[in-house]
């Protein structure tokens, strides 16, 4: 065993010492906190579609409404007049 | 539909509630060892394990007990630049030598597997790992009022001094 290895195992002895006593409400105070970190991740994702779904609908109204795929008026034609 | 989440929600509550039986004792002492003080040892186990919770159905085999064990290390990697951690088995170390002390001696994880989820290379765990130990074997551990003065590099150099010169590595660290 090298001077290094025992120097390692020292320091792994220092490290086994007494263990402190685990509080019996850990589990589910843990698991509180969990189920809450799932329910906000829940409502950031409904909100993240809601939002989705908004900002389609209103593009879908407004494309309806100014139907930017119609050819423009041509404005270069005089207007006809004197017949 | 209800009932299926229902009874998934109760099963995954159960296997949890198994696993933190089994578990909380060796992670407790770990995050113990990391933070030098019981509460806020508690405080960062509680939040390890809601995380794991919440990763529970989505493990795919993964052993959840690597899984606290890394979030415990990353966070205790966040917090540690704004909360010293004092006190405790290893409290001439600082914060980055408790870390990789815990991971490689204690909880015995391979020195690459570190690296990696310290983000750090493996040579530089491997020179925290010698300075810590020396720095632990150098002497035998003093009231924490004393060690601080009883430091060798210190000597010379002012309290005030060493104090700001710290301040601003933990800034540095924490900028980008």
Do not use: K, N
Request: proline content about 8%; charged content about 25%.
């Amino acid at each position: 065993m090298s001077l290094r290895d025992r120097g390692q195992d020292e320091v792994r002895r220092m490290l086994d010492g007494p263990h402190p006593l685990v509080p019996p409400d850990l589990a589910a105070r843990a698991a509180e906190r969990g189920q809450r970190i799932l329910a906000r991740r829940h409502v950031l994702r409904a909100a993240g579609w809601a939002l989705l779904v908004a900002a389609a609908a209103a593009f879908s109204v407004w494309a309806a409404a100014t139907r930017p795929w119609d050819v423009p008026p041509a404005g270069t034609t005089p207007p006809l007049e004197g017949w | 539909m209800r009932e299926r989440r229902a009874a998934q929600q109760c099963r995954r509550a159960r296997e949890f509630e198994a696993f933190v039986a089994g578990a909380a004792g060796r992670l407790l002492h770990a995050a113990t060892l990391l933070t030098g003080d019981p509460a806020a040892a508690e405080r960062l186990l509680t939040a390890a394990l809601a995380r794991t919770f919440a990763a529970w159905d989505r493990l795919h085999g993964e052993d959840p007990y690597d899984r606290t064990r890394q979030e415990l290390a990353t966070r205790f990697a966040r917090t540690m630049w704004r909360r010293h951690p004092r006190g405790g088995a290893l409290a001439r170390l600082t914060p980055q030598e408790r870390l990789v002390v815990v991971l490689r001696f204690y909880e015995g994880v391979a020195e690459e597997q570190a690296a990696a989820q310290l983000g750090l290379p493996a040579e530089r765990i491997r020179a925290i790992c010698l300075r810590a130990t020396s720095t632990l074997r150098s002497r035998p551990p003093a009231p924490p009022s004393v060690s601080g003065e009883a430091h060798p590099a210190d000597a010379g150099r002012p309290t005030g001094e060493r104090r700001s010169s710290e301040e601003g590595e933990g800034h540095a660290v924490r900028a980008p």
